[in-house]
C-alpha cells in the first residue's frame, strides 16, 4: 500500500522526527507524539515509516544506540550512567536492547573500542 504524504504531513512528520532526537531520554507515545505533531496515529505511524524507513520506536532505538556507542568511544561514563543518558531507566533493559541490535554485550563492545578511538579521547 502507497501512503500519499501532503508537504504538510512531512512536516509534520519531520517535527515528530525532530522532537525525538531534541530528548532521546524521553519516552515518548505514539498518542503524544501525534498530538505534538497535529497529525492523527495512523498517519504518524505509517507515514514515518513510508518517510524514514523505519517505524517511530525503531527509529528511538537506533538514535539511543548510536548515543550510547558514542557515549562508550568518548568517556568513561558506567554503563548505568550510559543507560540512563540514552532514556533507559535501567541498565539491564538497555544492555538487553544493545545486544539485540549489535550482537555484544556494552561491556564487551567497550572492551573492543579500537586504539585509534580510545586515543583520541
Known amino acids: ?18 522532537t525525538i532526537m531534541k530528548n532521546l531520554r524521553y519516552h515518548y507515545t505514539i498518542p503524544t507524539l501525534a ?15 513510508a518517510l524514514y524507513g523505519q517505524p517511530v520506536f525503531d527509529f528511538l532505538t537506533e538514535q539511543r544506540m548510536r548515543m550510547a556507542m558514542e557515549l562508550m568511544e568518548s568517556n568513561n561514563y558506567s554503563i548505568g550512567e550510559i543507560a540512563h543518558r540514552c532514556g533507559y531507566n535501567h541498565p539491564t533493559n538497555f544492555c538487553a536492547a544493545f545486544r539485540r541490535r549489535y550482537h555484544i554485550r556494552p561491556s564487551d563492545y567497550r572492551k573492543n573500542i579500537p586504539e585509534q578511538i580510545k586515543s583520541a579521547v
Not at 1 to 18: G, H, Y
Not at 35 to 49: C, D, P, V
Request: charged share 25%; no cysteine.
Open 1 to 18: 500500500m502507497q501512503i500519499q504524504l501532503s508537504e504538510a504531513d512531512v512536516q509534520r512528520l519531520a517535527l515528530v522526527r525532530e
Open 35 to 49: 498530538q505534538t505533531a497535529g497529525i492523527n496515529e495512523f498517519k504518524l505511524k505509517t507515514g514515518f515509516k
